[in-house]
């Protein structure tokens, strides 16, 4: 099969959530080696998870492994071309969707085990820790301006080789330093495909999908991206 673009951003993202969402499952989840090992681990994780999930979606054909609608957002508007920006965010749904479920397969019998069903939609998607729409907003809003300025620097300055690992430290510090307030979603498909996997799968002891919330992780990042971009037109960048 050839490598393109598309499957390179559908491969990219599933290994974005597997192993994204995987550190939640095992941080969280009930009678699992990780359980309660905490926010260090799963900001270390996420990072993690972004650094490979750059080096799969170029492998399989992606060579700005956006892995997310925000990048793809944010770069176009900084380009003024949006030429590939629908076919490159449907990939990145469906990698999400994929790779939310395969983490649902990875921990089958752990649904189970778990008694809170918060603790069970928390694998899969964000939540705010004070739910304040204004203030929730901003969060996404401004941890997204991070990632895509961070990014467009990266991409900029620095070696092809350390692209990957670079990101992957920039989405660590995003987690550490800004993540506290809503879970850092910054990516409306790392939210959003994974919630609808939640929604649609038959997870044992499973509740509601807080679907009220689910429009945040989702408006954020695509301001927070468009601000980024138009931020970075504005010094020449």
């Known amino acids: 099969m050839e490598t393109t673009n598309f499957i390179g951003e559908l491969v990219g993202t ?3 959530i597997l192993l994204g969402g995987g550190v939640n499952a095992n941080t969280s989840l009930s009678k699992t080696y990780g ?10 994780g996420w990072g993690f998870a972004v650094a490979m999930a750059v080096f799969v979606a170029q492998k399989f054909g992606s060579d700005g492994a956006h892995l997310n609608p925000a990048v793809t957002i944010g770069l176009a508007v900084h380009a003024g071309d949006f030429t590939n920006a629908g076919s490159f965010i449907l990939a990145q749904f469906i990698g999400a969707f994929l790779g939310a ?12 085990a778990t008694e809170d069903q918060g603790t069970k939609l928390g694998v899969f998607c964000t939540g705010p820790a004070i739910k304040n729409t204004p203030a929730n907003i901003v969060s996404e809003v401004i941890g997204t301006f991070a990632l895509i300025v961070g990014v467009m620097a990266i991409y900029a300055e620095a070696s092809s080789g350390l692209k990957p690992f670079l990101v992957g430290v920039l989405v660590w510090s995003i987690g550490l330093s800004l993540g506290g307030t809503t879970g850092y979603a910054i990516n409306p498909a790392r939210d959003l495909g994974p919630r609808i996997a939640h929604a649609v799968w038959p997870i044992a002891g499973k509740g509601g999908n807080n679907w009220g919330y689910a429009w945040i992780p989702v408006v954020g990042p695509i301001l927070g991206s468009i601000i980024a971009g138009f931020f970075m037109l504005a010094f020449g960048l």
Do not use: E, K, Q, R
Not at 101 to 112: C, D, E, I, R, S
């Open 14 to 16: 599933f290994m974005l």
């Open 35 to 44: 359980n309660s090992s905490g926010w260090i681990v799963t900001a270390t």
């Open 101 to 112: 479920t395969t983490v649902w397969l990875m921990y089958f019998p752990h649904w189970a």
